[in-house]
């Protein structure tokens, strides 16, 4: 079982194995218009790269020559949250830790403070 301090070093050179990532999503739209015959036609599709950025929805489009590099460039960014999902349940823990040890005292203290609370025999 590796270390605290393994496991997050394992993440870290996960992390620096990957090159380009983006957050979001990559959806298609569709435009619905009418034609001067009165039929309905559909175009598309356009793709849109959305994401959140400061608390506001941001889209652009992509170019259709992009698709590829855009999905895969999405797929490492999910991998770039699951290793910094990682590295934080790693520090977390650590924190945690470093607090249980802070907490302990040292036996010394504990039989000190015993000696104290039993009544004297004079």
């Known amino acids: 079982m590796q270390t605290l301090e393994q496991r997050k070093q394992t993440a ?49 489009r992509i170019p259709p020559e992009m698709i590829d590099q855009v999905a895969a ?18 520090m977390e823990n650590a924190a945690i830790h470093q607090d249980d040890d802070s907490k302990k005292k040292p036996r010394r203290y504990r039989r000190l403070k015993a000696e104290k609370s039993q009544p004297s025999s004079r």
């Open 12 to 60: 870290l050179n996960k992390l620096m194995t990957i090159g380009t990532a983006r957050r979001g999503q990559l959806s298609k739209q569709y435009y619905q218009r009418k034609a001067a015959d009165g039929s309905v036609r559909k175009t598309g599709p356009y793709y849109v790269w959305q994401r959140w950025v400061n608390g506001r929805k941001q889209s652009a």
């Open 73 to 90: 460039d999405l797929e490492r960014g999910r991998q770039v949250q699951d290793i910094f999902d990682e590295l934080f349940s790693v």
